[in-house]
């Protein structure tokens, strides 16, 4: 026998419900990315980038922030995102995996209540197994639900803090959650909304500032705004009162005890938001295509447009074949998404245009008669 069987026979048994992953180069028109606005490649940031080498930006922090790490860059984007979005003050993550996994881990007490949306990211998931608080899923969009379970809990003899944890725009499913609805609930209830904008900001609300606009400067409103998507950088911003600001720099592993994001990255994100002012028709040219799309596609409210198969095989069967007629469209199977609805995840940017969205549209009615 060798050391390795028991993990070979776990990739077999994947492989047997066709839930194995690997690892597919670029190719073909880009339904599959999250660079809503098509900045990632854009002259203006390569542009942006080149300055800031030029001045003298360091390529690596060199150390954590509470060390040696803490650059003048990581600084000014913290100070400028606060200011953008409205809130008292952010912080910067090397992605929104580490920034949600830090929010859940640190922020709620052994004592309080964390609701989440039935839907919520993976990341927020992690956060939450590595924090102490109690846990409850609500249903998918539903602010009675929500409500219902901290009912629920309250009635049971608890009497810590509740976090209502929601999604803007789902990454899987494209739909829009409540938020005004779920702000005046987390006011009724005193408790803190904790809200991932990865997939709204830069594509919704003014200047792209997301669907929490508005919401942001809150004493209980916490919004976490990723750099990767349609910002087409890297990294993640914390929005939130200073109190829990400096909560995390103080208590949050995942921040102490890693090396900064590169300043560069945050040179980059700094640009980037002047551009979400300075170039509005991004947007408006996104929201165009979003538009035109509904006509052939299941467009949910937003630019991520899930078409659902259900079996993982036909899944994975149809975007192959997507693929191989020019068109980069991946299937999206359990666990990331619920049992019996693997899907093929389309995503709407400005790297494709019209006549690709109506090409697409085709194909896949011709595959799935």
Known sequence: MSILDSHREALTLLARRSRTRRLLPRAGLDFASND????????????????ALARGVSIGAGGSRLLRGNDPEHEALESEAAQFFGSEASLFFSSGFAANSAIFSTLPAGRDLIVHDALIHASAHEGMRLGRAAVVAAEHNDPNAIADRIKAWRAAGNSGRVWIAVESVYSMDGDVAPLADLADLADREDAFLVID???????????????ADGLDGRDNVISLRTCGKALGCEGALVCAP???????????????YSTAPSPLAAASVRASLGLLRAQPHRREALHALIASARSRLPVQGSQIVPYIIGPDERTMAVAEALQQMGFDVRGIRPPTVPRGTSRLRISLTLNVDETAVQALADAIEELMQ
Not at 197 to 211: I, S, Y
Not at 242 to 256: H, M, P, Q, Y
């Open 36 to 51: 809503y606005l098509g900045l990632s490649a854009s002259a203006e940031l390569r542009a942006a980038v080149a300055d």
């Open 197 to 211: 904008e990865a997939h709204g900001t830069g594509v919704f609300g003014r200047d792209g500032r997301g669907l």
């Open 242 to 256: 200073r109190t829990l600001i400096d909560l995390l720099v103080n208590k949050a592993r995942g921040f102490i």
